[in-house]
């Protein structure tokens, strides 16, 4: 059984799961201790965003220590701790592994900056002005919002420029160098060792740059909604030496077992992109943002997205599906902001929504705070510490808004911490919130874990075929098929009642408005929102 392809991935974003020293910041024994949470809920895998040493420009996506914890977050033994602590529970770990850059404050580029002749020199990716002074070529970075400000930094003691397609606090490594590989493979190694259960990789897209560093073409605005308005360019990503280092990097993890390798394979390519970095060979999974951004209340596009993702991937690559991450817009607050949404239509909504994504074939990643309905948070200027969201202000949210402390129950700092959080946490925290919703029966937080304990315990959901027919506008219905066993799910998209004019035979397996075993015989008539799994075999 390939465990990545048939159990269910769960995103922490470890600054704001849980704090457990007092600092207003979560931290490492703070997951130990909701593991028993993650256990309870019925997911698989965790995945967490980077806990190791970082001057936290860009919240740990800076690492100046591949292989040590950040202080904040603990100690290497607590890592260790949270790891044994997970497998007795059949969780897998995967963490995340940073590799297209590191923090400026990494020794190997203070090393690197110190002179050009330093042994790290060719570390990072240095070049001389242009003969008028100015940057080498026209790349602009992915923070740099519409300011459309220049990938390269001037360093006075090299008289050079560098490269960091991220914040300047994020030097991009230079692949080309041998030496440079062989640190970073040595630094999966490590982690290998210590038992961890595989890697997501960092814009893994962008290792290497177009050896002649020409100036990029803007083919496109890649994101054009308000968070990202940096522009992609053809010089750096998937390039064919960046899948050769891919093809390595699964030698690697195949040497160790089952492990998973899981790319964030960012691209304006989309669906080939992510077909590309997990053909035979290379990596297990890339998330699909085509699917994470287009998900609307438009069932037809959903449908257009998902069927063009499974004809493509086929039998040669897994698919894998997500709503939300830390860099994205919570797709509750995504669905409903244009809205005057209730409570109760909200979390028929989330329902909706984690029954799309629980069903599909492919792999899901449900981002922490998703299964209890948890939504954006307006962050005050004065509060907003994303460096994208700085320089995306005021015409854009950033990222700080995704981010918020985890909501573990109504109390003054909803039981992530007893201080004042890093972030502030949502006011909504006093019904959306884990404690409230485990005593209700009709919670987001347990419709998720029927679900769960309902795909876990069927083959058809986690291998299945999927075939969708053809359904009223704003309807979409599917059927997963394996051998004998038949699924049909059946989601309204509306906010009015819909006639389905299709009749089914079957049971209720699980309905937002239905009870499950529930006998089916005739035509569905679907209230707002509605969503069904009925069992038609
Ligand atoms: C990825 C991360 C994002 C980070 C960026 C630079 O896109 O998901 O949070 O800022 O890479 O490391």
Known sequence: MDWWKEGVFYQIYPRSFQDSNGDGIGDLKGITYRLDYLSWLGIDAIWLSPFFKSPMADFGYDISDYTDVDPIFGKLEDFDELLEEAHKRNIRVVIDQVYNHTSDKHPWFIESRSSRENPKADWYIWKDPKPDGSPPNNWVHFFSGEKAESAWEWDEKRRQYYLHLFAKEQPDLNWRNPEVRKAVFDSMRFWLE?????????????????????????????????????????????????????????????????????????????????????????????????????????????????????????????PCYVLGNHDYYRILTRLTEDMEAREGEKSLIAKLMAILLLTLRGTPFIYYGEEIGMEDMDVPYEKIVDPLGKNLWPKAKGRDVCRTPMQWDNSRYAGFSDVEPWLPINPNKLHVNVAREREDPNSVLNFYRSL????????????????????????????????????????????????????????????????????????????????????IS
């Open 452 to 535: 769960l304990k309902i795909r876990k315990e069927s083959l058809t959901l986690r291998m299945g075929s999927i075939e969708f027919l053809d359904s009223p506008i704003n309807t979409l219905v599917y059927v997963r098929v394996k051998d004998s066993n038949k699924l049909a799910v059946i989601l309204n998209f509306s906010g009015t009642k819909v006639a389905l004019g299709i009749y089914f035979d079957g049971s209720i397996v699980l309905g937002s408005h239905r009870k499950s075993g529930e006998k089916i015989s005739s035509e569905i008539t679907l209230e707002p929102f509605e969503s069904i799994i009925i069992d």
């Open 194 to 318: 210590r038992g961890v259960d595989g890697f997501r990789f960092d814009v893994a897209s962008f290792y290497y740059k177009d050896p002649e560093f020409r100036d990029a073409v803007k083919r496109s605005q890649a994101d054009n909604s308000r968070m990202i308005y940096a522009y992609y360019w053809d010089r750096f990503c998937a390039r064919p030496e960046t899948i050769l280092a891919i093809e390595d990097i699964r030698k690697l993890l195949d040497s160790y077992g089952q492990k998973v390798g899981i790319g964030e394979a960012v691209s304006d390519r989309g669906q080939n992109v992510y077909l590309e970095f997990t053909l035979e060979g290379r990596l297990h999974l890339a998330f699909n943002f085509d699917f994470m951004k287009n998900v609307t209340f438009d069932a037809q596009k959903i449908r257009d997205l998902v069927e063009s993702t499974d004809k493509l991937f086929d039998t040669r690559a897994w």
